[in-house]
């Protein structure tokens, strides 16, 4: 909080593309940057409200409310259990509890949906609080594994039952034009597009899945982390004539574990063929797959060129692919011309930015 506050007043304003952390502590020097921290961080303690003070939390990892409020005798469990069980929930080493993790269209939520999450912490997680997750998710700790039944009943009361949250069927997907000044595609309601059919293909239960990513970013600053997802996309645009429509820049290959690298570079595709391609990628895999791939180490050797099936490289991908996306003319079909969650005519206008970016 002090660092934020420091950060807000004395940042550059003026000059957009240097309001950045690293220049203030660069003009400013490490020393008196570190001084101002520790003057503001006593002021931050001593103007903290009382509710805030009773919440922090000085020993996070300390189960601090076991409760159990619920046993499994009489709760409905409707079919979607066993799936929400497996794609949306981990044992933890502790005994008797798991993690849940809620799975949010594109990381949206309404206010009902934010009161009704409120409520299940207070009621489920022994720990008594929810973290927001990098993959626009949220997950509670600490919940009694009989409790179970019951909370996903009341997630599904408030529509945040849905399954996969731990697979590849809950993309990634930045604000993009719902509110982005500088975004040139609607990345955020393509996520949401991807996600529905995905699951709707029940793809959450596929094992071979499951540790693969989709992130799609607006434009190129990457703010969905498209380079380490393993089918990745960058907004832009594309041209027929005078017409123009949504395009992105698909990278394959990116992760961010044990063998982190940065997806490679592999065709352009039509925001309205996002779809096809994607489940043309994951039918190429199954058809060349060995045994016991998952598409994210089957990926990792054809884009390391490491793969001695039918499909060899990237490029072997690219051919596959490259019909998918060629566009059709205007009077053949206009929605192509158009980008998701919008009816007008496409056209890359941006504005000021927000950020440095
Ligand atoms: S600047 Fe960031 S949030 Fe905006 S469109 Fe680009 S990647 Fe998305």
Redesign the pocket.
């Known amino acids: 909080m002090a660092v934020l506050r420091i950060f807000d007043r004395l940042g550059d304003r003026k000059n957009m593309a240097r309001n950045r952390m690293r220049y203030l502590v660069n003009d400013m020097g490490w020393e008196k940057f570190q001084n101002l921290v520790l003057k503001e961080r006593a002021i931050v303690r001593s103007t903290q409200s009382v509710i805030t003070l009773l919440e922090v939390d000085h020993t996070p990892n300390e189960i601090k409310r076991p409760i159990r409020i619920s046993d499994e005798s009489g709760v409905p469990t409707s079919d979607g259990y066993a799936r929400w069980l497996k794609t949306n929930t981990v044992k933890q080493k502790q005994s008797g509890y798991r993690s849940i993790f809620i799975t949010l269209e594109a990381g949206d939520i309404t206010a009902n949906q934010l009161n009704a999450l409120a409520d299940l912490i207070r009621d489920y997680s022994s720990e008594g609080k929810a973290r927001f997750g990098f993959v626009q998710n949220v997950a509670l700790r600490y919940v009694y594994e009989d409790d179970l039944p019951h909370l996903y009943s009341k997630l599904l009361e408030s529509g945040l039952a849905k399954s996969g949250a731990l697979t590849m069927t809950a993309p990634i997907g930045?604000?993009?034009t719902t509110s982005?000044n500088?975004?040139l595609t609607n990345?955020h309601r393509l996520a949401k597009e991807i996600q529905r059919k995905l699951l709707e293909l029940k793809f959450d239960e596929d094992d071979d899945l499951r540790d693969s990513s989709i992130k799609i970013?607006?434009?190129p600053?990457?703010?969905?982390q498209h380079g380490i997802a393993t089918i990745g996309f960058f907004g832009g645009g594309g041209r027929v004539g005078k017409d123009m429509y949504a395009n992105y820049q698909m990278s394959l290959g990116g992760r961010s574990d044990g063998d982190t690298m940065l997806g490679q570079t592999c065709l352009r595709v039509p925001a309205k063929r996002v779809i096809p391609v994607i489940l043309k990628i994951i039918e190429l895999f199954k058809q060349n797959k060995k045994s016991d791939d998952t598409l994210q180490s089957w990926i990792h050797r054809v884009v390391n060129n490491n793969e001695d099936s039918e499909i060899k490289s990237i490029n072997d991908i690219k051919k596959v692919l490259e019909p998918l996306v060629i566009p059709p003319t205007k009077e053949e079909d206009p929605d192509f011309y158009l980008d998701y969650g919008n009816d007008t005519s496409y056209h890359t206008k941006t504005g000021k930015?927000e950020c440095a970016?």
């Open positions: 930045c604000s993009g982005c500088l975004a990345s970013s607006g434009c600053n990457s703010c969905a930015g970016a």
